[in-house]
């Protein structure tokens, strides 16, 4: 695993030095970052239907950025007071700030308003985080901390709320040299198998069972849940996403009754067979890489000590069970899912 890793970050730091005058700096640094978004806010959340996109300014760093807004989102638009966005830059002049060289990116919001969501929000950048230490090939996020100004309601005081911004599919394709694929479905022969044992993996680790390297239901591409991201003429599933994982525990975060569990905090392993994936050597690395993953808990902006007690005992849960590695595996992939 980490021989992989290794050559993973030889090839990115071998062909950075091309691209590094116009490379965007907002992922670079995991520094929270303050930011006043003020717009038309009531009317763009309540905007599900439709999604029109409105003007806003973005304040960061000094500068004020002109962005525009709209809702986005499937699943959590059905359950959020306060929908997760997505901020289109195309029209602003962003050089000289965090946002140099961005265009379209994904927000996640804090869904309602209870202390409890906030605490959701930042589980889930802790998901994304802890796969970051796991493979280079994954999505990075940027936390927030944003002050939110509804400009059509004088009276309304400020909401000021954590969220993340989510590294778009371009600038992670650009960042390894390879390119999004829209397929209708997998095929395992083409998956890089290092990539596909780590995604399986973490979403064990995690206790996140919604995804799927099918098609979900009504879509036209694979998958559910993961992207696909072709590099050297392989294919590299990519996970997002984690709101309904046990790390986050989210109270309206429901398993799929076919599973076979009644709590998503109940781990239910959910790759695939696919040959050759050694989850073993996967497993082995995290165990390696604990203290790395366990400073990121520790280290997160904004945890309450009572939900940080409550991660570190999930995560904790997860290494007890690989300090056999090898037997973690073997148990595991004798419960592969076969199609």
Known sequence: MRRWRSQIALLLLCASAAVVANDPTLFESHDLLEV???????????????????????????????????????????????PPLRLDFSAADTSGTAFAGQRKLKLATHCKGSGDFQQYVLSE?????????????????????????????????????????????????????GKVKSEPHVVKGDLNTQQTAAVFAFQYVIGNTDWSLVRAQGDEYCCHNEKLVEIDGEHFPVPYDFDLAGLVDARYAKPDPSIGINSVRVRRYRGYCVQGLQLNGVFAGLVDQKGEIMKLVENLPGATDKDNRKRTKYLEGFFRQAEDADELADKLEKRCIDK
């Open 36 to 82: 006043e978004l003020r717009g038309p806010l009531g009317a763009a959340i309540e905007d599900v239907d439709e999604r029109n996109e409105r003007a806003f300014v973005l304040a960061v760093e000094g500068r004020e950025l002109g962005v525009t807004a709209r809702v986005r989102g499937n699943s959590r638009v059905r359950v959020c007071r306060f």
């Open 125 to 177: 950048y802790l998901a994304y985080r802890i796969f970051n230490v796991i493979s280079d090939v994954g999505f990075r996020v940027r936390l927030l901390r944003i002050r939110y100004v509804d400009t059509e309601e004088a009276a309304a005081d400020p909401l000021v709320r954590y969220g993340f911004l989510i590294e778009s599919e371009t600038e992670l394709a650009r960042r390894v040299h």
